[in-house]
């Protein structure tokens, strides 16, 4: 199966639902945007936060053939556990958000059990 999206697609899905939420998109790996900074390990396609919570978010883009990568695993792994270092919302995890295909957003949380890494409640699944 090929992917019909593409991952600048769905970077800009992500970029787009942040901000039908109402978040400041800070950092994005799409043109226009000044590139994510690294979290851990790697850098996030997206960046945004809540100003009025303080709330961070991550979003990760990912085509149902990168779900298997080490890549993804390290990801999943990193993100979720990221703690907000100061401001109102000092000491809660960071809201992650993973963007795939609407055809494979249902594997995420069988990835998740698969590799062993545990599932958080900030963590959301877009369909895009």
Not at 8 to 22: A, E, H, N, R
Request: proline content about 4%; charged content about 30%.
């Amino acid at each position: 199966m090929t992917d019909k999206h593409s991952h600048d697609s769905l970077v800009k899905g992500l970029i787009d639902y942040f901000q039908k939420m109402g978040l400041e998109i800070r950092f994005a790996n799409y043109k226009g945007y000044s590139k994510p900074i690294v979290i851990k390990r790697h850098a996030p396609d997206v960046l945004a936060i809540d100003k009025e919570a303080g709330l961070a978010y991550i979003g990760e883009a990912k085509l149902c053939s990168e779900l298997y990568d080490q890549i993804t695993k390290e990801q999943f792994e990193d993100y979720p556990k990221r703690i907000i270092k100061n401001g109102r919302s000092a000491g809660k995890l960071m809201q992650f958000y993973i963007g795939v295909p609407q055809e494979c957003h249902t594997k995420i949380k069988d990835i998740f059990k698969e590799s062993e890494i545990p599932w958080k409640d900030n963590i959301q699944v877009l369909g895009l």
